[in-house]
């Protein structure tokens, strides 16, 4: 059973950028898509995207131009990067597996237990 | 993108009874890509629900998922003490995937 855990700053200042890891253990890096959800503060779930280790991927319109994700096939790891960041982008940060057949309809099969950051100066 | 609308927000009841979950789409979820999930403090997600009514790997027999369209329900048949928790729908129909505001369901 796959196991993911995020790291990364709590805490970023106004118009720099987030980055994220996601530690994966018990999951093939290579046979899924991986993915980043966030939660704001008393808002429901946001899809930021998901991504395949050879780079291609599937983001949300609203964030697509600020993100970027890759794959560490040799460290079993996943990262986000979002550039240009607001207080509007202070979330719990949660990384993924996802599941499914098809590229353009896949579920959240395996969440990690989530990241708080905070946007402020 | 498709808005997808829980209800009730919160639902209080007693363990062994019965719990209804309904989560209606702002547009018709084509296939069955509708997704629900558990969430507690301090626990990492859990997907319940895929393809509107398969049941993820351990997930009891007392949880079910049914629904076509824009109206999809979760149901727990007979409510455990560790079901107490929020649930939240998914359609993974069309991008950008989109989640329910949720359900808290509370001991009653």
């Known amino acids: 059973q796959v196991q993911l855990q995020e790291s990364g700053p709590g805490l970023v200042k106004p118009s720099e950028t987030l980055s994220l890891s996601c530690s994966v253990s018990?999951?093939?890096?290579?046979?899924?898509?991986w993915a980043w959800i966030r939660q704001p503060p008393g808002k429901t779930l946001e899809w930021i995207g998901y991504?395949?280790?050879?780079?291609?991927?599937r983001f949300n319109p609203s964030l697509r131009s600020r993100v970027t994700m890759s794959v560490d096939m040799s460290n079993n790891q996943f990262s986000l990067t979002l550039t240009s960041v607001t207080a509007a982008d202070t979330a719990k940060y949660y990384c993924?597996?996802?599941?499914?057949?098809?590229?353009?309809?896949?579920?959240?099969?395996?969440w990690g237990n989530g990241t708080t950051v905070i946007v402020s100066s | 993108d498709i808005v997808l609308t829980q209800s009730p927000a919160t639902l209080s009841l007693s363990p062994g009874e019965r719990a209804t979950l309904s989560c209606r789409a702002s547009q018709s979820v084509s296939s069955t890509f509708l997704a629900w999930y558990q969430l507690k403090p301090g626990h990492a997600p859990r997907l319940l629900i895929h393809g509107v009514s398969t049941r993820a790997t351990g997930v009891p027999d007392r949880f079910s998922g049914t629904g076509s369209g824009t109206d999809f329900t979760l149901t727990i048949s007979r409510l455990q003490p560790e079901d107490f928790a929020v649930y939240f729908c998914q359609q993974y129909d069309s991008s950008p995937l989109t989640f329910g505001q949720g359900t808290r369901l509370e001991i009653k």
């Open positions: 993924a597996q996802m599941g499914g057949s098809s590229f353009r309809h896949l579920f959240v099969a395996a």
């Open positions: 018990g999951g093939a890096m290579s046979s899924y898509y």
């Open positions: 991504t395949y280790y050879t780079g291609s991927g």
